[in-house]
């Protein structure tokens, strides 16, 4: 029977971690999906000196899809280390 206990603490653990990550994740999507495309217009007045485009179109066109792509990996990176601390991850 400890064995079960300690079976679901291990559960209850990792889905605390679990759902801490995916809401982080999911907030810091909110901010680059909706938040910088709220303010593109005063963004617009800020200049990227190499490129030569105005931020918030840069942000909107380019810079929320980049923040996605990584998301994903640090995403897929992190949850696997929270697998593998608590003895749930898939085998190489």
Do not use: C
């Amino acid at each position: 029977m400890a064995d079960s206990t300690s079976m679901k603490e291990r559960e209850e653990a990792h889905w605390a971690k679990t759902s801490r990550l995916m809401f982080t994740h999911l907030g810091i999507w909110f901010f680059f999906g909706f938040v910088i495309h709220m303010f593109v217009k005063p963004l617009n007045n800020i200049v990227i000196p190499i490129l030569g485009f105005p931020l918030g179109f840069y942000m909107a066109a380019q810079g929320s899809l980049i923040a996605f792509v990584v998301m994903l990996f640090v995403f897929a990176k992190q949850q696997d280390k929270i697998d593998r601390e608590f003895g749930f991850a898939e085998e190489d």
